[in-house]
Protein backbone atom coordinates (compact mmCIF):
# COMPACT_ATOMS: atom_id res chain seq x y z
CA UNK A 1 0.00 0.00 0.00
CA UNK A 2 1.27 3.50 -1.14
CA UNK A 3 1.81 6.01 1.87
CA UNK A 4 2.23 9.57 1.77
CA UNK A 5 4.07 11.44 4.22
CA UNK A 6 3.84 15.05 4.39
CA UNK A 7 6.65 16.89 6.80
CA UNK A 8 7.84 21.00 6.88
CA UNK A 9 4.95 22.58 8.43
CA UNK A 10 5.07 25.21 10.90
CA UNK A 11 4.63 28.68 12.86
CA UNK A 12 6.25 31.50 10.14
CA UNK A 13 5.33 35.39 10.46
CA UNK A 14 3.65 37.56 7.14
CA UNK A 15 6.23 37.26 4.38
CA UNK A 16 7.91 34.45 5.26
CA UNK A 17 8.59 31.27 4.04
CA UNK A 18 8.16 27.30 4.63
CA UNK A 19 9.23 24.52 2.08
CA UNK A 20 6.31 21.25 2.79
CA UNK A 21 8.05 17.76 1.66
CA UNK A 22 6.19 14.82 0.50
CA UNK A 23 7.56 11.07 0.41
CA UNK A 24 6.71 7.99 -1.27
CA UNK A 25 8.05 4.78 -1.59
CA UNK A 26 9.84 4.20 -5.00
CA UNK A 27 9.71 6.11 -8.14
CA UNK A 28 6.09 6.19 -7.75
CA UNK A 29 6.13 10.52 -8.47
CA UNK A 30 7.61 9.85 -12.03
CA UNK A 31 4.58 8.19 -13.82
CA UNK A 32 1.39 9.58 -11.61
CA UNK A 33 0.57 13.03 -11.02
CA UNK A 34 0.72 14.80 -7.18
CA UNK A 35 -1.02 17.82 -5.77
CA UNK A 36 -0.84 19.75 -3.16
CA UNK A 37 -4.23 20.47 -1.02
CA UNK A 38 -5.20 22.97 1.67
CA UNK A 39 -7.85 22.92 4.52
CA UNK A 40 -8.69 25.98 6.35
CA UNK A 41 -10.85 26.14 9.59
CA UNK A 42 -14.69 26.15 8.28
CA UNK A 43 -13.44 26.27 4.54
CA UNK A 44 -13.69 23.45 1.47
CA UNK A 45 -10.30 21.97 1.02
CA UNK A 46 -8.75 23.51 -1.73
CA UNK A 47 -6.49 22.88 -4.84
CA UNK A 48 -3.14 24.45 -3.94
CA UNK A 49 -0.61 23.08 -6.96
CA UNK A 50 -0.38 19.90 -9.46
CA UNK A 51 2.56 18.26 -10.93
CA UNK A 52 1.87 15.76 -13.67
CA UNK A 53 4.34 12.89 -14.41
CA UNK A 54 6.32 15.00 -17.22
CA UNK A 55 6.90 17.90 -14.88
CA UNK A 56 3.80 20.73 -15.69
CA UNK A 57 2.96 22.59 -13.19
CA UNK A 58 -0.58 24.29 -12.27
CA UNK A 59 -1.50 27.04 -9.13
CA UNK A 60 -4.44 27.71 -7.79
CA UNK A 61 -4.95 31.41 -8.53
CA UNK A 62 -4.58 32.94 -4.87
CA UNK A 63 -0.85 31.44 -5.07
CA UNK A 64 0.14 32.13 -8.20
CA UNK A 65 3.43 33.78 -8.19
CA UNK A 66 4.00 32.82 -4.73
CA UNK A 67 4.09 28.94 -4.37
CA UNK A 68 6.06 26.47 -6.47
CA UNK A 69 5.64 22.63 -6.50
CA UNK A 70 8.44 20.72 -7.68
CA UNK A 71 9.93 16.93 -7.44
CA UNK A 72 13.13 14.92 -6.72
CA UNK A 73 12.57 11.82 -8.41
CA UNK A 74 15.95 10.03 -6.75
CA UNK A 75 14.64 11.16 -3.25
CA UNK A 76 11.32 10.16 -4.08
CA UNK A 77 10.19 14.20 -2.81
CA UNK A 78 7.51 16.12 -4.06
CA UNK A 79 7.97 19.63 -2.58
CA UNK A 80 6.04 22.94 -1.85
CA UNK A 81 7.96 25.66 -1.94
CA UNK A 82 6.04 28.82 -0.08
CA UNK A 83 6.83 32.35 -0.16
CA UNK A 84 5.46 35.73 0.34
CA UNK A 85 3.37 33.86 3.23
CA UNK A 86 0.20 35.51 4.26
CA UNK A 87 -2.12 34.64 6.82
CA UNK A 88 -4.77 33.57 4.81
CA UNK A 89 -2.60 30.76 3.81
CA UNK A 90 -2.95 29.51 7.39
CA UNK A 91 -4.23 25.77 6.63
CA UNK A 92 -3.36 22.13 6.87
CA UNK A 93 -1.93 20.92 3.45
CA UNK A 94 -2.19 17.88 2.10
CA UNK A 95 0.07 16.36 -0.65
CA UNK A 96 -2.34 14.02 -2.86
CA UNK A 97 -1.41 11.07 -5.45
CA UNK A 98 -3.52 10.07 -8.18
CA UNK A 99 -2.33 6.31 -8.32
CA UNK A 100 -4.62 4.11 -10.79
CA UNK A 101 -7.68 5.34 -10.48
CA UNK A 102 -7.17 5.78 -6.60
CA UNK A 103 -6.35 8.84 -4.75
CA UNK A 104 -3.75 8.46 -1.84
CA UNK A 105 -3.54 10.92 0.49
CA UNK A 106 -1.33 11.91 3.06
CA UNK A 107 -2.16 12.99 6.85
CA UNK A 108 -1.56 16.36 6.42
CA UNK A 109 0.82 19.14 7.89
CA UNK A 110 -0.42 22.61 9.64
CA UNK A 111 1.06 25.47 8.40
CA UNK A 112 -0.15 28.71 10.66
CA UNK A 113 0.54 32.13 9.32
CA UNK A 114 0.67 34.64 12.19
CA UNK A 115 2.99 37.76 13.65
Known amino acids: QVQLVESGGGLVQPGGSLRLSCAAPGRIFSSYPVSWHRQAPGKQRELVAV???????DYGTSVQGRFTISKDLPKNTVYLQMNSLKPEDTAIYYC?????????WGQGTQVTVSS
Open 96 to 104: KLEFRGYEI
Open 51 to 57: ITSSGRT
